[in-house]
């Protein structure tokens, strides 16, 4: 089979085209390198740069490959940038995976997408842990772009039949156990790998807000492992295999950790008691986010087995120190 990824040259997109491989698939690769690494790319996969806002370039991969599915990671990921520069965020999360969607449906027999969608989507949840079906109601621009590709997958499963599974990321995180691959973003904004530098560098370390309405006032998370993660989509993969339609799922694990926890533990894992520094809230970030996974857990068999955080804070760490020579 061979499979489609854009962003491939990303986080989550680089792990999951080792995977693939390992799997024997083959894999080719999309992605415009203004914020991924040509070397992060697996070297067996066919690689081509381009971007996904041009109807051209993308109508032309699908005329010279035939492919039998797609894993749709490009986009931008940062709720805080969203905040700040709203239409990069439109434009490259949906009006990319639109070009993406399109040509997927219009091919000779339609495509089947996975999509790299977000915890985002449900904004601050009425109830804890999160199912599926709970109000989808954004509270940044990136949500809202996610949001808006999961609606317009859904449309044209009714209008041309194109199945497809949107994955509801929690918080990934985490690096493969040899130190070889982990996370690399540019502007770097999540907790963990800024905690990890911080670490590393000895230096002060900024924690936005210890006013949420939780046990130590800080944000709560569901955080998953990367390599759980790309397991998910191999699962989903096989699913749309077997079955079409249109399906939603919370890739998490249904247990959460505050910033403080986060922060505790890479102090543990490193030996460093690093200084930090309470900032304001970011603007747009909700206060409490866990997955109810008990739908992932059924349907698709999903089980984590790298998602405890110290695991999780141990692989990034490990991988953070050797590349910070």
């Known amino acids: 089979m061979k499979i489609l990824v854009t ?37 067996r996969a066919e690689f081509i740069i ?3 806002n ?22 931008y990921i940062s709720m805080a940038e969203s905040m700040e520069n709203p239409y990069i965020y439109f434009q490259n999360n949906f009006l990319a995976a639109l070009n993406v969607i399109d040509e997927a449906a219009k091919s000779k027999n339609p ?10 989507v449900y904004g601050n949840p009425i109830r804890i842990p999160i199912p599926e079906n709970h109000p989808r109601n954004p509270t940044n621009p990136y949500g809202e772009s996610k949001l808006m ?52 560098n000895n230096s002060e370390f900024i924690l936005y807000g210890d006013d949420y309405k939780t046990e130590d006032g800080t ?14 989509h191999v699962l989903a993969l096989e699913k749309l295999q077997e079955n079409k339609g249109g399906f939603f799922y919370n890739a998490g694990t249904g247990k959460g950790y505050s910033n403080r926890d986060i922060v505790d533990m890479v102090k ?44 999780i804070v141990r692989t990034a760490f490990e991988w953070h120190k050797q590349n910070s020579k």
């Open 149 to 200: 590709v999961e609606k317009a997958l859904s449309w044209y499963r009714e209008i041309y039949g194109l199945s497809f599974v949107g994955l509801r990321y929690f918080n990934a995180a985490g690096a493969s156990s040899d130190g070889k691959m982990g996370e690399n973003h540019n502007p770097e904004t999540h907790i963990i790998p800024n905690a990890i530098k911080s670490a590393i």
């Open 50 to 52: 381009g971007d996904l």
């Open 7 to 43: 962003g491939g040259a990303g986080y989550i997109g680089s792990f999951m085209t080792t995977l693939l491989l390992e799997k024997g698939y083959k894999v080719v690769v999309v992605d415009n390198l203004s914020r991924g690494y040509k070397y992060a790319v697996d070297n």
């Open 268 to 311: 543990k894992v490193s030996g460093i008691d690093f200084k930090v520094k309470i900032a304001q809230r970011r603007p747009g970030d909700a206060e409490r986010l866990v997955a109810d996974p008990t739908t992932i857990n059924t349907e698709l068999g999903f089980k984590p087995k790298y998602s405890d955080i110290e695991t």
């Open 219 to 232: 944000c709560i998370r569901d955080y998953i492992h990367v390599l759980d993660l790309v397991e998910a």
């Open 111 to 120: 495509v089947p997408i996975i999509f790299s969608s977000t915890a985002g």
């Open 54 to 75: 041009k109807e051209d370039f993308v109508s032309g991969i699908f005329s010279n490959n035939e492919f039998e599915g797609i894993i749709h990671f490009a986009g």
